[in-house]
Each structure stands twice: as C-alpha cells, then as structure tokens.
C-alpha cells in the first residue's frame, strides 16, 4: 500500500525508515509540505496519506482527497480536533490516530519546565556564559513536601503524578474521573487544589468543559508564588489574564510548552522575523517565563512508539480490520 506522508520534518522520515523494513507491504513517500485544498491533489493515486497536528483536514481538503480516491486518513499523533468529521464520514474515509505513545516524555517534560522556572536555569545558562557567577535573583525553593496539584489524571497527568510523589511532594489532584491507580493522591475539589499547591501542572484535554479553565478568577485563587506549567493545549489558559497574573505578581514561574497563539510558531523557525501583537512576545518578556514550542512529546521513544503504530494501523486498515482502539469516529 502506498502512504504520502505530508509536513515531513527529517526526524519523521528517519524514525518511520527505521521501522519501515518491519512492514513491507507498506510504501512511503514524503513531503516536507503540508496539506492543504492546494497540495492535497498530490495524493492521487495513494491509498492513504499520512498528516500531524496542525494539518488542514478541514472541508476543502477533504472534498479533494475524496476526489483522488483517497480512503485512508493516517494521524501520526493524538489530536484529531483539525479534521472535519462530518465530511470525512461522509465520503467514508477512515481515520487512524495514535491516541497514547509516551506519556512519560510530555510528565518528564512538564517537570523539566518547573525545574527551570524554579531554580531560573534559562537566566543561569546565559549568566555563566558571560563570565556572571554572581548568585542574584536565582534563589528558587525545595519542591521537596510541597504540594503538587495535577489538574486531569489521565496518561500524563498520573506520569506527573508519580514523578512530583518522587521528588517527595504531596500531590493533590482534580479531575472529573479518579485514576484508581494513584493510591498517594488525594483528589480534592478544583478550587481547594487551586489554593494549596505550590506547582499546579495542566494534563486535561482541551473541551468546551476546559477551555480557559485558567482565567483571571481561578488565578486569583491560587496561592501567591505558585508554579504553573502547561504542557496540554494553550486553550487551557486565558493569556491575558496570565499576563495580568503575572504582572500582579502572583507567579513565582510559569512553563508553558503549549499556548494559545501557538499555530503559526509551532515547529517553525521564525527567528528572522518580528512578532507583531504577539501576546507570545509579550509573555516572553517576562523574565520568570519559559516557553518551550510543543516539544513535550519529542524523545526517541516517543517517536519510535509513533512510527509503529502508525505503521501498524495502515496493515490493520488493508487487511480489512482497522485497529479499533485508534480508530477516529
Ligand atoms: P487522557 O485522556 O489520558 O487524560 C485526560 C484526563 O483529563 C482524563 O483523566 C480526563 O478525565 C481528564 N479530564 C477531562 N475533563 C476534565 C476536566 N474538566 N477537569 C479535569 N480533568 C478533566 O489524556 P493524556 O494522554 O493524559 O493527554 C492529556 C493532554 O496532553 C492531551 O489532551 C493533549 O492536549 C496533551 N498532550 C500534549 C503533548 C505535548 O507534546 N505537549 C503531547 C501529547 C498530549
């Protein structure tokens, strides 16, 4: 079967080729754009096509892949927000996706940015490269018996969860679901976890439900120096009222790996360019914010974990049988 992979970034083509021997039935060909109603043509003649995160699976793109024939829709990552259901449906598409492959790499990540923010290792590294070792303004604090609260203890979440129980923290958490595997965590009310953790780590989806769940009341019920960290969707925030937390003071460090005005950035190198009413540049400004561009789910592990099940949801679609768990409905 033959895939057209689009929006191909070198690290994609590498670790798909490293497991591509394993399925030889299967035949890739990458572009480094990405789709869209204008490229989506490309795809004539392949049984599938292979897409990521930010791709543009909206109406127009779809009516042209059903044009081409085109029956398989492969997502080689979680989200599936940027497809258009309906139509897809409609023209009886299938569509596979990669729902969990390292919830560890975005816990691990989520917890290197509060151990930036805390102890201000992005002004260290720039400190000590210049000959600075003067100590000021790079006093952090023990994370040790602190509370940690971890709002959504699903994959993710309950890999922060143990990772914070490791580093001795009380974790407290809220989610509308209780993990049963997390037997040291005490699940409180959304409200109580606001006003007692020191580091408060984002792990729900984005939703109606969730979308600026972090505004300028929940802020305010926070504990003055808290830690905030945001490795799930930028959504979950509402930007400006941070930027008004953050101006009041109330922050001791905020680490976002995802924010709201991300789209345009994100795995883009923009670095000759000026950010004009960016609410990203002025959040950069601040000198106890670090954000990093989606980067939570890039280790070798996880990507090798989603070249696989890629891989192996294109097999199960050709035999007939579409892995059923990765199937988008
Ligand atoms: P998951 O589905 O395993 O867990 C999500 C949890 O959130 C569930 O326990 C669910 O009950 C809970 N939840 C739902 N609504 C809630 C609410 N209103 N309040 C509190 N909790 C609520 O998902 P996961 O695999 O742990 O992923 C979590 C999020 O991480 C994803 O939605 C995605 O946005 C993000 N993510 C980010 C990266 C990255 O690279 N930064 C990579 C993968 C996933």
Redesign the pocket.
Known sequence: MKILFYDTKPYDKDTFEHELPKYPDVQIDYLKTDISPKTAPLARGYDGICAFVSSDLGTATLDVLHECGVKLILMRC??FNNIDLETAAKYGMTILRVP?YS?EA?AEHAMALALAVNRHLHKSYIKVRENNFSLMGLMGFNFHQKTAGI???????AAMARICHGFGMKVIA????Q?PSLDFVTYVSLDELLSSSDLISL?????D??YHMINKDTIEKMKDNVILIN???GGLIKTDDLILGIRARKFFGVGL??YEEETPNVFEDRSDEILEHSTTARLLSFPNVIITS????FTEEALEAIAETTLSNAVSYEKGAPNEGNLVK
């Open positions: 979680a989200g969990g919830p975005v709002i959504g203890t699903g994959k993710i979440g809220y989610d509308v679901y993990n792990h729900c989806p984005l939703m439900s969730t490795t799930s969707r790996d995802v989606h980067q939570g789910f």
